[in-house]
Nanobody, 115 residues
Framework: QVQLVESGGELVQAGGSLKLTCQATLISININDINWYRQSPGQPREHVATITKSGSTNYADSVKGRFTISRDTAKRTVWLQMNRLKPEDTAVYYC?????????WGQGTQVTVSS
């Protein structure tokens, strides 16, 4: 079954760090853009970071300098390293694979940052 599975979310104190993992099954990540999105209650889903099929990266302004997206194409794994976490980073984080009109989402992992 083609799928993305996120893990690594948990409760952390402000200023702390977490590393989220997105594991792809039966689909290559080196020919697709991989994105991280997040959604807080009552808020629209927002883009956090992207790693393109060529390996370039881009970030939302709100996380630039604190978050880093990376990948291991052989392991079909993408990570989101999150440092200096803030309470406003609290959200469900989703991994997304996008290629043209095709889009695949994971089930999400909860990140909670306490103040």
């Amino acid at each position: 079954q083609v799928q993305l599975v996120e893990s690594g979310g948990e409760l952390v104190q402000a200023g702390g760090s977490l590393k989220l993992t997105c594991q792809a099954t039966l689909i290559s990540i080196n020919i697709n853009d991989i994105n991280w999105y997040r959604q807080s209650p009552g808020q629209p889903r927002e883009h956090v970071a992207t790693i393109t099929k060529s390996g370039s990266t881009n970030y939302a302004d709100s996380v630039k300098g604190r978050f880093t997206i990376s990948r291991d194409t052989a392991k079909r794994t993408v990570w989101l390293q999150m440092n200096r976490l803030k309470p406003e980073d609290t959200a469900v984080y989703y991994c997304n694979l996008a290629r043209g009109t095709y889009s695949l989402w994971g089930q999400g992992t909860q990140v909670t940052v306490s103040s």
